[in-house]
T-cell receptor, first 113, second 112 residues
Framework: DGGITQSPKYLFRKEGQNVTLSCEQNLNHDAMYWYRQDPGQGLRLIYYSQIVNDFQKGDIAEGYSVSREKKESFPLTVTSAQKNPTAFYLC????????????FGNGTRLTVT | LAKTTQPVSMDSYEGQEVNITCSHNNIATNDYITWYQQFPSQGPRFIIQGYKTKVTNEVASLFIPADRKSSTLSLPRVSLSDTAVYYCLVVPPGGGADGLTFGKGTHLIIQP
């Protein structure tokens, strides 16, 4: 989706290092979401935010942190506490209105060795 | 929250019509049904959504029976490029993240 930019596309880190994944949107959407996808699996929700300066844990928030200081940005930090950080990370946005669909970025593939 | 069940995988051939059915027996009155498509190493892409009866757009149709306990995504005359994973979601009204968990979806493989 051209309105959501995730960078970088590929990221490599050593075990024990924190790493921050970027998500920027120009769709003026209120809500933003972070998902994790492992090979052959569905998408699991990490964190989401419906408004600036507010966010909620999803199903697998342990070892991750987020911030929402601006409407356009929702960075995700993968901390050293995350036991299995290697995965494909997807950011999504949507309007907070009835039946508004999710819009996804093209993801960041993180490899931790 | 309504739980959804889809086939794990399906095969078909170019030019055929493909129907993927999703079961959602405990769908609530105001929930709506939405379908996404995902190619490898990309984010899912919204295809179609509906509340009841039939919805059609330029890429697909969505059939929802009167009891709304299932829905069928119909892809007319598929091509090799329709090979992807398809996800069915049942989403309640309002904001938040309810209903926005993606299961394993249906892996559709189109052969020449």
């Amino acid at each position: 989706d051209g309105g959501i930019t995730q960078s970088p596309k590929y990221l490599f880190r050593k075990e024990g290092q924190n790493v921050t994944l970027s998500c920027e949107q120009n769709l003026n959407h209120d809500a933003m979401y972070w998902y994790r996808q492992d090979p052959g699996q569905g998408l699991r929700l990490i964190y989401y935010s419906q408004i600036v300066n507010d966010f909620q844990k999803g199903d697998i928030a342990e070892g991750y942190s987020v911030s929402r200081e601006k409407k356009e940005s929702f960075p995700l930090t993968v901390t050293s506490a995350q036991k299995n950080p290697t995965a494909f990370y997807l950011c999504a946005t949507r309007q907070s209105s009835y039946n508004s669909p999710l819009h996804f970025g093209n993801g960041t593939r993180l490899t931790v060795t | 929250l309504a739980k959804t069940t889809q086939p794990v995988s399906m095969d078909s051939y170019e030019g055929q019509e493909v129907n993927i059915t999703c079961s959602h027996n405990n769908i609530a009155t105001n929930d709506y049904i939405t379908w996404y498509q995902q190619f490898p190493s990309q984010g899912p892409r919204f295809i179609i959504q509906g509340y009841k009866t039939k919805v059609t757009n330029e890429v697909a149709s969505l059939f929802i029976p009167a009891d709304r306990k299932s829905s069928t995504l119909s892809l007319p005359r598929v091509s090799l490029s329709d090979t992807a994973v398809y996800y069915c979601l049942v989403v309640p009204p309002g904001g938040g993240a309810d209903g926005l968990t993606f299961g394993k979806g249906t892996h559709l493989i189109i052969q020449p």
